[in-house]
């Protein structure tokens, strides 16, 4: 009976990682329910409203998660300064991060006058071409608080703090819901403006949370131990070292999302059915994905704190503790997609056309097997990939899904879908065969343990012992 109590209490145990993950699962959930309502709410507005959204958004993010993944890399630094005890680098590595949002935000503001041209190489119907354009180009402005906050949260889950971010990501989504319907459908006296008024929406509550980040962050006891608000100069060191390690997260992160923002594109070539179904059992399918992202969080930060540490052995039992838990839960969740797959696509149909929406349900209820098959197998992909990023493993990574993306998943889907003309069930199938193959690739470099011997920080400063009652030991600040 020992080993189900030190399983469960010891460090590195469930309970260990369920302290660190609940929040961060609930705040990843928020933003779930967000992107599942909006979605909700642009099948009611319209089937074009719906079969663009996806196509706008999943590129905007596309973009943008090159600046997220290496800005929120600094969750990594803070994990690995705080388990050595070098507090005060963690002001200084936290604003590395703020000055890469910066370059984010200029980058998606010069891709706005390039959309027309974007969208209208993929051949979309005409007013989906139109919706996707407009969608696009609001999100892009609002491209910097959005990469700025990832890095501040990195700061409070570094810490193992998680619950500051639970509570600003709660707020933000309450605010995007409210001016979603609002926007949208034009309530309360505000004019309708439907897909617009969806990234309006999305736009200004990025801005309320990073207002609220900043906020959190410049509290005088943590500039005091932290150096949050006296750490904020730029550090051409931390700047590096946050490029070597968190650009290939970024990176990594960008080729992901573009992986699949091109396979949606190629899809949205077969007409409005087949891509507002794809959009909209992907949409489902962020029910369950999100919150193993916040698994995926926790997990990263305990392998830095206790690699920080200098205790490898305790964040390969974090690893697997995480593992064993988002297994269960997606299981379950896999089930319930082919065995009630109403349930899920019923928000959907509420108050959407009947005429047009029969077929479109129809085919979702489908490809809602093919998101059961790969979701359990995307456990390994989350957990893993975590894992030995957290370590400062971000080559590896990048380089498989360089590897992975192109091989398994976007040229197959090119040569089925344009060239051979095969159909959606055809493509879904090399989308499903990619998630386990990425899956498998991370298992087994984890498995290796090269991970462990891995840190993305400095050696901490020496102490000189003193010699004599006069001469107190010194440290030496690198």
Request: glycine share 10%; hydrophobic share 50%.
């Amino acid at each position: 009976m020992q080993y189900p109590n030190n399983r469960w209490l010891g460090q590195g145990g469930y309970r260990e990682v369920l302290q660190m993950a609940i929040p961060l699962v609930l705040s990843t959930s928020a933003w779930s329910v967000q992107h599942f309502v909006d979605r909700m709410f642009l099948t009611w507005y319209s089937p074009e409203a719906i079969a663009a959204a996806m196509p706008a958004g999943i590129l905007n993010f596309a973009v943008m998660s090159l600046f997220i993944g290496t800005a929120s890399y600094v969750g990594t630094f803070v994990a690995q300064y705080y388990g050595a005890g070098q507090y005060n680098r963690i002001g200084t590595a936290l604003w590395q991060g703020i000055y890469m949002s910066l370059f984010g935000a200029l980058v998606l503001i010069f891709m706005i006058p390039a959309a027309p041209s974007i969208f209208g190489y993929f051949g979309h119907d005409a007013l989906v071409q139109k919706y996707e354009v407009e969608y696009f180009q609001v999100l892009c402005l609002g491209a910097g608080p959005v990469i700025a906050s990832s890095a501040i949260a990195g700061f409070f889950s570094g810490r193992g703090r998680p619950w500051p971010i639970m509570w600003v990501n709660t707020f933000g989504t309450a605010v995007n819901l409210v001016l979603d319907y609002a926007l949208i459908f034009g309530k309360w006296g505000l004019p309708e403006m439907g897909i617009k008024g969806a990234a309006i929406a999305t736009v200004m509550a990025g801005f309320i949370s990073f207002a609220l980040y900043m906020f959190l962050m410049s509290d005088k006891d943590q500039n005091k131990k932290y150096h949050t608000l006296r750490g904020w100069r730029f550090d051409k060191d931390a700047f590096g070292r946050l490029l070597r390690y968190g650009f290939p997260s970024g990176v990594q992160f960008f080729l992901d999302m573009a992986g699949f923002t091109l396979f949606v594109l190629i899809i949205g070539r077969l007409g409005t059915v087949s891509l507002a179904a794809t959009n909209i059992a992907f949409n489902i399918s962020t029910l369950a994905f999100m919150p193993m992202i916040g698994f995926g969080i926790a997990v990263s930060v305990l392998v830095g704190q206790y690699l920080g540490g200098n205790k490898p052995d305790l964040a390969q039992k974090s690893v697997f503790s995480g593992f064993h838990m988002t297994f269960a839960y997606m299981l379950c969740i896999a089930v319930t997609y082919v065995a009630v797959p109403q349930i899920f696509v019923a928000p959907f149909a509420s108050q959407a056309d009947p005429e047009s929406f029969d077929e479109i349900y129809a085919l979702t209820v489908i490809l809602l097997r093919f998101v059961a098959v790969y979701s359990i197998f995307d456990t390994m992909n989350i957990v893993f990939a975590s894992a030995i990023k957290g370590a400062g493993d971000t080559r590896f990574v990048m380089l498989m899904i360089i590897l992975i993306s192109s091989v398994v998943l976007v040229i197959p889907t090119y040569i089925a879908i344009v060239v051979f003309d095969y159909g959606i069930m055809a493509g879904w199938s090399i989308a499903s065969t990619y998630v386990v193959v990425l899956g498998l690739s991370f298992f087994l470099r984890f498995r290796g343990g090269k991970w462990k011997a891995m840190r993305v920080i400095e050696e901490a400063p020496p102490v000189l012992p003193s010699t004599c009652a006069e001469c107190p030991g010194v440290e030496l600040q690198g």
